[in-house]
């Protein structure tokens, strides 16, 4: 009968995930992603990470329901045989689906509004203290606020790269590029090639870029034995630098945050004028150059170098309070090594992620992203709903006896820094034991 389903087996699946074969099975139907990779606004790191695969977890949780009709053209006409959901899946596509019924997607508050006034005001006065008073403290307290107002303005950033905080799709674009590019230095480009790769494959030490920081960090011993990074397409060499560094990061940890924000200055460069496909190139190459107009110039006004040294340090340094943060979501988490896999989308998420516990009234502070197994569950849930869904996530954790970790900020900082101190350990009996072979 021609009507009659055709099936293959996860095995066969598992052979179409080449460069130039890629088929994903989303509920049970097999598509051929093949050529749409290449213009999925994702970009192509999470479909490649999945391909292969049964996916259909992390289709919910990245698209929206509008997405679903434009699948068909790319069916090939086959489905997974022995197709089935987990009790865990089943209740995620459940609350997933309460969520959208709800409209919870779409009512996003008024969050975007107070913190536009509020980064504003933070950056208004910092401009005022540089331009309109000669005192050296209020210089340096200028630094702080634009160190802080960069950290309000890239939760901004995250926001609208995961949902649409504007009105339309242009909108939202533009204001990628304003609190990405323009006011922060950082690319949004960037931002997003990594980041959607940081959903799919969490704390993947090999497909994971957020864990990929050799030679200066590594969270997990499994790093020393040079893995082959997925997303960069190169080996994560442990060499004698990386050993000697890796030794004392525990030590280094807080001063490297410091000046963290080096490197994403650096990987903007790196990305936005090399060979690789990257989206709205010139736009966001426009969008630096305003920030490397504007910012040298702010600073060039202080009336001599010394302040305009600490001007910078001072406001980097705030600044690295969110670069902390995010590691701390991580970094004490558990690792694997490996493609992820999209059959146990939830459990891996559980066990990735650790929530900052807080008050209700310093969320502004975190910008949502304490609740970082919420964010991960849901991505494109607005901040706003986070705080609510908590006790639904943390019930549906506890019914499935998975893991679900909320530290106060310093706790989470004592558990990054067990982390460290244990690969350090490590890493220095191989330092020493490289010495005493060589001399």
């Known amino acids: 009968m021609s009507d009659e389903k055709k099936y293959i087996t996860a095995e066969e699946l598992k052979k179409h995930s080449k460069q130039d074969d890629l088929w994903i099975s989303i509920q049970g139907k097999c598509y051929n992603v093949t050529d749409w990779v290449k213009e999925h606004p994702g970009g192509d790191i999470p479909i490649r990470s999945l391909a292969g695969q049964e996916a259909t977890d992390a289709f919910i949780a990245f698209h929206p329901g509008t997405a679903w009709k434009y699948l068909d053209k790319f069916f090939t006409g086959y489905h997974l045989k022995d197709y089935e959901v987990s009790e865990v899946s089943k209740d995620f596509r459940k609350l997933c689906t309460e969520f959208a019924k709800a409209g919870m997607f779409e009512k996003k508050g008024h969050g975007v509004i107070y913190s536009l006034c509020f980064v504003t005001l933070l950056m208004s006065l910092s401009f005022c203290g540089v331009l309109l008073s000669n005192s050296f403290l209020v210089h340096m307290l200028s630094g702080g606020l634009l160190g802080f107002s960069w950290m309000q303005i890239s939760y901004l950033g995250h926001d609208s790269g995961h949902y649409l905080i504007m009105t339309t799709r242009g909108f939202n674009k533009m204001a990628q590029i304003l609190t990405g590019n323009c006011l922060t230095g950082i690319s949004i480009a960037w931002w997003k090639w990594t980041h959607n790769a940081h959903h799919v494959a969490c704390n993947s030490l090999d497909h994971d870029p957020d864990l990929q920081h050799l030679p200066v ?209 490590q890493a220095r009996g191989l330092l020493w034991e490289a010495v005493n072979t060589h001399g």
Not at 308 to 313: A, E, G, I, P
Not at 361 to 374: H, N, V
């Open 217 to 425: 960090f590594a969270v997990s011993s499994k790093f020393f034995k040079s893995l082959q990074s997925s997303f960069y397409g190169r080996e994560l060499t442990f060499d004698s630098i990386s050993k000697f560094f890796v030794s004392y990061q525990h030590f280094t940890y807080y001063p490297i945050m410091c000046v963290a924000r080096v490197n994403l200055f650096v990987q903007t460069f790196l990305l936005l004028f090399s060979t690789r496909k990257v989206p709205d190139r010139a736009f966001n190459i426009l969008g630096i150059l305003v920030f490397w107009t504007w910012f040298p110039l702010l600073v060039s006004t202080l009336p001599n170098w010394t302040e305009r040294v600490l001007f910078v340090l001072i406001s980097f340094c705030v600044t690295s309070l969110q670069h902390i943060q995010f590691t701390l979501n991580h970094f004490a988490a558990d690792v694997y090594v490996g493609q992820p896999e999209g059959n146990d989308w939830f459990e891996k998420q559980t066990s990735g992620t650790i929530d900052i516990a807080c008050f209700s009234w310093m969320d502004w502070f975190y910008g949502g992203l304490q609740f970082q197994l919420e964010h991960h569950l849901f991505p494109r849930l607005p901040r706003c709903h986070l705080r609510k869904i908590s006790p639904i996530v943390q019930d549906l954790c506890k019914k499935h006896n998975l893991p679900y970790r909320s530290l106060s900020f310093y706790e989470a900082n004592v558990w990054t820094i067990r982390t460290l101190k244990t690969a350090a350990m």
